[in-house]
């Protein structure tokens, strides 16, 4: 683990040209995906009536619905990263390119999300929901070693000591999205069209599913909460 070797006065600085990074891809992300759906050439595809306009956007419904799904799933993780570096005070070079490999699962997410509303439509190909459905993985996988790495107390990266039972809520709410959406490709094969609405099931267990560990941790973290040296509060 190589920590930087500027002076610890300007960690503060950079901790905070971090973050704006991140943001600033993920502001970038959820604008792409808008991009991909378009709006319609009436001169091109010969729409002059509202029945007409009216049955182009219903053949296109369900891109609309994946969209609606990724700029989710992108404002879910985006917060997460928000959480989890509320929790930060220091850094370290691993930690710079653990953050960047979860950026570019991220940055994929328009193309995936473009390329399963463009081919998601015919129910006979699977590809394209696999290869979305693997984005989606590999961007919780990220999470994942990007929560793992920042809370564990050997690094010394928190503004405070925290329970393992936040360690474990951290993780459980970093598996939500890729298990649902493994468990929507596999339904996929069965019931093409339910599958697509699986994905609806995720704020559903975020929010109300983890209740019981939430206050699990809320009560180890009251036992153990520790300041660790150095840090500060605001």
């Not at 296109?60 to 700029?71: C, K, V």
């Not at 463009?118 to 990007?146: H, K, Q, R």
């Not at 180890?220 to 520790?226: A, G, H, P, R």
Request: with cysteine.
């Amino acid at each position: 683990m190589h920590h930087p070797r500027h002076d610890v006065s300007r960690t503060q600085f950079q901790l905070e040209r971090f973050t704006f990074f991140t943001d600033g891809v993920f502001a970038i992300c959820i604008t792409l995906l808008i991009i991909e759906i378009k709006v319609p050439n009436r001169e091109e595809l010969g729409i002059f009536t509202d029945a007409g306009l009216w049955k182009y956007l219903s053949h296109t419904a369900q891109g609309f619905f994946g969209f609606l799904i990724s700029f989710g799933i992108i404002g879910h993780y985006w917060s997460v990263h928000l959480r989890i570096f509320g929790y930060a005070i220091n850094y370290t070079t691993a930690l710079v390119w653990i953050n960047l490999g979860f950026l570019f699962s991220v940055v994929l997410l328009p193309f995936s999300s473009g390329l399963l509303g463009e081919y998601g439509s015919d129910t006979t190909m699977f590809l394209p929901y696999a290869i979305y459905v693997a984005n989606m993985c590999l961007t919780g996988a990220m999470n994942i070693w990007l929560w793992l790495y920042i809370s564990s107390p050997e690094r010394n990266l928190l503004t405070h000591k925290i329970s393992r039972a936040r360690i474990e809520l951290g993780l459980y709410r970093s598996l939500v999205v890729p298990v649902i959406f493994i468990l929507a490709l596999i339904i996929s094969f069965f019931l093409p069209v339910v599958s697509r609405f699986i994905p609806v099931l995720i704020p559903v267990i975020l929010h109300w599913g983890m209740k019981g560990l939430e206050r699990k941790a809320d009560k180890k973290d009251k036992d153990e909460i520790q300041i660790v040296p150095g840090a500060s509060f605001h």
